[in-house]
């Protein structure tokens, strides 16, 4: 069942896109940083909780695959770092940051 998102806009950076060569990796990076507020900074670092379900909601025309997929890339192109944060040993949710400086730098992101 898809829920009614007639209206709703994503954005994405289209020099971000170009760089990574990839329009989804622009859209998650876009979401993640859409999530940062003041509640979610640890040791001076912003953090996004970001479980897939919660991907897949607000980013319900990228498959779960794709987008677990793309996440990992990130992690492993060195532009995101996640970890876990939750209290209970249970939830595997991870929480993620950008930590790519010139992304960074675009979104007004600073470091500590």
Sequence with gaps: MYKDYLGVQHQF????????????????????????????????????????????????????????????ELECDGILKSYNFNKSKYDKTKWYTIVDEEIMSLYGIKSN
Excluded at 27 to 41: P, R, V
Aim: aromatic content about 12%; proline content about 0%.
């Design 13 to 72: 950076n289209v020099g971000i896109a170009q760089r990574l060569n990839d329009v989804v990796k622009a859209i998650l990076i876009q979401g993640l940083a859409d999530c940062f507020d003041e509640s979610n900074k640890i040791d001076g670092v912003f953090w996004t909780r970001g479980g897939f379900d919660d991907f897949m909601e607000y980013h319900s025309y990228v498959s779960k695959t794709t987008i677990n997929r793309k996440l990992r």
